[in-house]
């Protein structure tokens, strides 16, 4: 992979599903993660990364899910944010039933 502001070569380094590369060069880095294409995978990754299971209180993964939309937001990653709103819903909607 090359640094988009040196070109040169980047030089691997990390391991499970994040790699960053650095520039030897200019010292600049890049995340590129491995196998989480979709804003669903990336979400569920995390919650599952935060110890969210099956058993976990409704209430506890909606404010995990609350603070990730606010990254999200701030990331300005409108796919993650759709992600975390429509899981949202889906336990409000389950909460009402």
Avoid at 22 to 43: I, K, M, W
Wanted: charged share 20%; hydrophobic share 35%; proline share 2%.
């Amino acid at each position: 992979m090359q640094c988009d502001t040196c070109k040169n070569d980047m030089a691997e380094v990390g391991s499970n599903h994040v790699t960053v590369f650095n520039c030897p060069s200019c010292q600049c880095y890049r995340d590129v993660t491995r196998g989480l294409n979709s804003a669903e995978a990336r979400l569920n990754e995390s919650l599952k990364l935060l110890g969210v299971t099956e058993q976990t209180p409704t209430h506890v993964t909606h404010n995990l899910l609350t603070s990730i939309l606010g990254v999200a937001v701030l990331a300005e990653d409108s796919e993650l944010e759709s992600a975390c709103e429509v899981n949202m819903v889906k336990i409000q909607q389950a909460n009402e039933d």
